[in-house]
């Protein structure tokens, strides 16, 4: 009874010994994701690979930067209006009705000017009202995008390969958040994912909407 005991044991520890660890399996997982967006799948050669529990929702982090995109944007259009505002103010005051000689013209220019001023005015008050509901829900998001318990696992994967013209690129390193179970994973280049710790930092120490827009202003364009 003690040998069959004994043989069990045995064979328990050969399949643990058997099986992939978590680094083997992520790196599998991360280098097939990798080759499936190469133009020379074959000169894939990996380096490292780095695993760590993380507590990111990663699901959460698309959503911030869309809707980063989207306030800042909006941010955008509001001081392209208030600019237009404070342009068609100066444009009546300089044609405002007086006591002297007042001119078609400049009864025209002033028409005009004070239309234009009552419609971005208008405008303005309408984006303002959406900017305030857009970054709260901003910060709500960011707020949300760590879990009280690690829900995945953070890779960090370095790797060579080929480009476009075939010849061989420097080393490169990508970001990857895998699931518990490590079987789907979603990555960014080290760049992109510098890129939006960046994001997610201004965020998170901007005290205002005026300071946030400030630091997430002209980001729609690389987004």
Not at 34 to 46: A, R, V
Not at 128 to 133: A, G, M, P, T, V
Not at 176 to 198: R, V
């Amino acid at each position: 009874m003690k040998n069959i005991h004994l043989l069990f044991c045995i064979m328990a520890l050969l399949i643990a010994s058997c099986a992939p660890t978590n680094e083997e399996r992520a790196e599998k997982l991360v280098s097939d994701c990798i080759k499936d967006y190469l133009t020379y799948p074959d000169s894939y050669e990996s380096i490292s690979t780095k695993i760590d529990s993380t507590r990111v929702n990663v699901s959460k982090i698309e959503e911030i930067l869309e809707q980063t995109k989207e306030v800042a944007s909006l941010g955008s259009k509001i001081r392209s209006l208030e600019f237009d505002v404070e342009s068609a103010q100066s444009t009546m005051e300089i044609y405002a009705p007086n006591n002297y000689y007042y001119s078609d013209f400049e009864r025209g220019q002033y028409n005009r000017a004070k239309a234009e001023y009552e419609e971005c005015k208008s405008e303005l008050q309408r984006l303002n009202e959406k900017l305030l509901e857009k970054t709260a829900n901003l910060r709500t998001v960011t707020n949300s995008l760590y879990t009280d318990e690690p829900n995945g696992w953070i890779v960090t994967h370095r790797y060579r390969s080929n480009g476009d013209d075939g010849k061989q690129l420097p080393p490169q390193e990508m970001i990857f958040f895998c699931d518990m179970a490590i079987e789907h994973c979603q990555g960014w280049t080290s760049k992109q994912y510098e890129f939006i710790t960046n994001i997610i930092k201004s965020i998170n120490e901007s005290e205002t909407d005026n300071e946030l827009l400030d630091n997430i202003s002209g980001l729609q364009y690389f987004l």
